[in-house]
């Protein structure tokens, strides 16, 4: 197929495939009824932007963002690292409830991270410690467009000075706000100007 | 969490997701209108069914299931070996259109079966060779709820000989037939009356 | 880099890497006598043609093979499908001994036969059911070099017929014998005078 | 088997396995002379102390460091993002010599990076950015044994603040040294009186 067409079919998918909106953050430890609406407040927005949610199909922060998408009508995927519902109830101790469609990766909790990123058009942090600072980092990695939901705790505070240490342009773009409903319109306003132009991971070493 | 207590939690969980079917089967090689046309009403089936449809995001017959399903109103969810949709498209010359949600496992042809197997209810071989057997393969050993569309060549023909050679018990149970209507109503009927009690994949050697 | 010294690049690699011989059979169920000793005896000769022994780090078949190969020197990689030593004797309850490394994929057991695959410049099929079938099935559609045991039960006896019924040609080639030294001989002079030409699983559909 | 005798064996086990190393650190940029010759005299110090080293099988510092393994004569693992040699070499510019087992995991630069991390029974970071940052984040949320190879530049200098920022604790513990030969002794050190007893990455959530 020459090269020209296939631009255009991607752009023809693009046009008529929801986007996905991956939500990272704390899993577990003692969440406050502020962070857990802030991160219910972004499932919403997702939602009512006409956008899928992708989680990791965990408890804590993602979950209260998977719940808010779906109460306002989204579809909601979760990426397991369980091989199986029953492995994903009892090994993971993880919720089945607010996602439409569960898909079981059997690869572990860092393994499916990178299935949720690279199915994500953008990626969102929340809250979150080292899994989520692994998760940041592979995104900024492979140049996607991550949006950063200020005033979570964790290391949102902090990746200001992160990007500033690893002096690697990746193509990655990073957009803050403290405001769910303020960010998600400032990454979907990116994208579609800017961002869907090499929304890849990166295909080689660079 | 006690025993009883995870137990009820799963079947809440079962009562409330739609149920997931995989659909396996050529992806290449020269498909007959009929052939095309039964895989297009196998996805209708599911639609209607209020089930959802997973296929690994390929041309051939799954994408003529997707097809079906799509325009059903049913969701349609493609696992795709590619990284991302840039390689997708470009690597491994897939559709776009007719799937709600790719998933990008970036794990390559095989390696995103596995992903495909675990995450479906039940798994429908259509047609399919060498690549489909190994799926075939896989669900069984895992001890998936298996249907074979009849008639619709490759394998498929193939498979109760192939079963009697393998001597195993692994829980699989595989139902047969040559209507899709009828076939996705057996397995529904077989699925919630006696295997979502063992739907889960083996976890250890049996 | 210009093409044709990529290529050289790939043949120096050829010469200076032993080639990796994958053993891909029964994990579990009775195994006689004579079946454990021609695995051993199959080990061996794989390391005394100076090759690397890939498994599945599981018991059974294939352990007898690391076995006959540790005892006569050569280098064992068990491929698990354990996130860790731990969940690999506890869960898996597999082995630890005759193997030099043991690469944790956690990917579960069918997970990583796609890596054990991939890694292995040719596979033998020793006894093995449903897994095995699929182990096979997978190899065989990404035109791998596959030497089959004969005599050693399972599927081995009808590789032939289900060849026959696959009718694709995927650049697989197919070695037969009973005796596990003539097998590796076999197999190594093919590989060397014409299988290293196309030894990659495919890249695309075919 | 009970909880005893199957600790034992884990011991067994370790006892006659080869303890091995990962290698992480800059795959790609200007590299000094300086910073090539200390990864050089780090896989140096692995072989000698008997120990096998793992690498991602990159270019960069971690090909010095298995040069210098593989110099000394030591065995040494790269586990490749690629689906086969022929990829490893055209897709991923990799290099194909000093390591003695490729094992094409086919899932891409950062899946692969997981299998690396729950294969080394301790990690070393050398140099290194965006990519860096996220494996050393994985390899500290599954509470690996990690060594900080200080004055190579990159993220080395930040992880003192990167771990008061991220506040969990993970069982993880790390050991900073500029001296690759001081930093292996202190790491086999601890690993053999403490870390050996928890040094599995975690199986749920934390």
Redesign the interface.
């Known amino acids: 197929?020459p090269e020209d067409v296939?631009h255009e079919?991607?752009l023809?998918?693009?046009q008529?495939?929801?986007l996905?909106i991956g939500v990272m953050g704390s899993?577990?430890?003692t969440l406050s009824k502020t962070r857990k609406r802030i991160a219910y407040e972004l499932g919403l927005a997702i939602a009512q932007n006409d956008c899928?949610t992708i989680t990791g199909a965990?408890?804590g922060l993602p979950l209260q963002s998977a719940k808010g998408a779906h109460e306002a009508g989204g579809?909601v995927?979760g990426?397991s690292p369980a091989?199986?519902?029953?492995?994903h109830?009892?090994?993971?101790?993880?919720p089945?409830?607010y996602?439409?469609?569960?898909?079981?990766?059997?690869?572990?909790?860092?393994?499916r991270e990178?299935?949720n990123?690279?199915?994500s058009d953008a990626v969102i942090i929340i809250g979150g410690?080292?899994?989520t600072?692994?998760e940041f980092?592979?995104a900024?990695?492979?140049g996607k467009l991550i949006g950063v939901l200020i005033g979570t705790g964790?290391?949102t505070s902090?990746i200001k000075?992160?990007v500033k240490?690893?002096?690697?342009r990746?193509g990655s773009e990073i957009i803050y706000d403290r405001d769910p409903r303020i960010l998600i319109k400032k990454l979907l306003d990116y994208y579609r100007k800017e961002h869907h132009k090499h929304?890849?991971?990166?295909?080689?070493?660079?």
């Open positions: 197929m296939r079919t991607i023809f998918g693009r008529n495939m929801k996905k899993a577990t430890g899928i965990c408890p579809i995927i990426i091989l199986s519902e029953w492995e109830v009892n090994r993971y101790d993880s089945l409830e996602h439409d469609v569960l898909i079981f990766t059997g690869s572990g909790l860092m393994g990178v299935v990123i690279r199915s410690r080292s899994g600072l692994g980092s592979i900024y990695d492979e964790g290391i902090e000075n992160i240490i690893i002096k690697k990746t929304p890849s991971v990166h295909h080689a070493y660079t």
